[in-house]
């Protein structure tokens, strides 16, 4: 049932993973649950786990960045567990310095957009994450304003 798959969620991340012998053995878990993105709460309920395992115990998940676009939408900002995926949202954008520009310039223009139909408080975060990404990747700049002639 889904009310359980959320309760393990929730907790396996903070309560289980730093006491097993070989976390990665929940990477499966995890991945299945995220990768399952029509189930927005769900998705972003296993980002924490997957965020845990890909910098902590060396997971590789080449679709990490294309299942996180898809997470970003204007229900994930209406959901109950908004400041995690925002916090979560916030350092994998912001530590990971490799992103490539277009990587970048396509979530600018997803959370813009999806700012415009957010509560108040989501609306901020998202005016404030955009703000960090476009002072760290400065040839996003064109995204807001161009150059005269160009």
Do not use: W
């Amino acid at each position: 049932p889904v009310g359980s798959l959320k309760q393990a969620l929730h907790f396996l991340p903070k309560n289980v993973l730093s006491y097993v012998s070989h976390p990665l053995r929940f990477s499966d878990f995890f991945m299945q649950a995220y990768s399952d993105h029509e189930l927005g709460v769900i998705g972003v309920l296993a980002l924490d786990g997957l965020f845990l395992l890909m910098t902590e115990y060396g997971l590789e998940y080449p679709n990490f960045y294309k299942q996180l676009y898809k997470l970003v939408s204007a229900k994930v900002l209406y959901a109950k567990y908004r400041t995690r995926f925002f916090s979560l949202l916030n350092k994998c954008l912001i530590r990971n310095e490799m992103l490539p520009a277009y990587l970048v310039a396509a979530f600018i223009k997803r959370l813009c957009r999806c700012g415009l139909n957010a509560p108040p408080s989501a609306a901020l975060f998202v005016l404030a994450l955009v703000s960090n990404l476009l002072r760290k990747h400065p040839e996003c700049n064109c995204l807001v304003q161009r150059k005269e002639g160009t």
